[in-house]
């Protein structure tokens, strides 16, 4: 903590958050592509051919990067308390500006829920997306494809839906977020209002 900033994410975090981004949005364009044929995408990849080699290696890059959120974001995450579900309750605050909402740790009830979200559903879809490209030896494998594949495009479906709502929350909706993510500080002042615990912790 230094003067009237407060620490939010570390280098290695924020790296890894574009890491995750930057990988998440190549899946998501190539998996449109593959989605409904969009032909013109193949230039854009080089083939169609290089397009799916491109799905597949960002595919690595993007589940690596996911698990290693596992061990900064999972800790807070699974700490649900009383607070958290009052939070819910009161809309997050989001409703009405004379809401008051409970004090809330490093990660707000609703940034907890959305990343336990992401990791189930990114889960799924890296589980998935292994099976449909490396066709494990299993005896019933076209039975595991055909569920691998209605499975992934489900996940695809609710990352696609949930992506939007968290690139405007942590841009538009909050002012202010967005420098964790660059700069990884913020000033007291403005964590004090939203992670009013997690200061008090820190200090
Ligand atoms: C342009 C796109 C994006 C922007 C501007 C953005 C911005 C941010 C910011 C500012 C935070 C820090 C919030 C805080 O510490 O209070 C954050 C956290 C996070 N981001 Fe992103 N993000 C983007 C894309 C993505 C994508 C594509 C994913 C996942 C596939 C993702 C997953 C997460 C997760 C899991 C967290 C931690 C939990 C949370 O804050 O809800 N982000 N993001």
Sequence with gaps: MSNNMIRKASAFEIL???????????????GFGFLFHLEGLNSVFGSFNQMKAVHNYIGIVFTVSLLLTVFYYLPVSLKFSGDDITWFLKGGGYFSKKTETPPQDKLN????LYYIFILI???AIAATGFIMWLRPPLADIRKWILISHFLHNISFDFM???MPFHVYLATLANPGTLRIMVYGTVPIEWAKKRHGKWVKRAE
Aim: aromatic share 12%; net charge positive.
């Design 16 to 30: 890894n958050h574009w890491v995750l981004a930057l990988s998440f949005f190549v899946l998501m364009i190539s």
């Design 109 to 112: 009830a609703g940034q907890k």
């Design 160 to 162: 696609v839906i949930a």
């Design 121 to 123: 559903a990114g889960i």
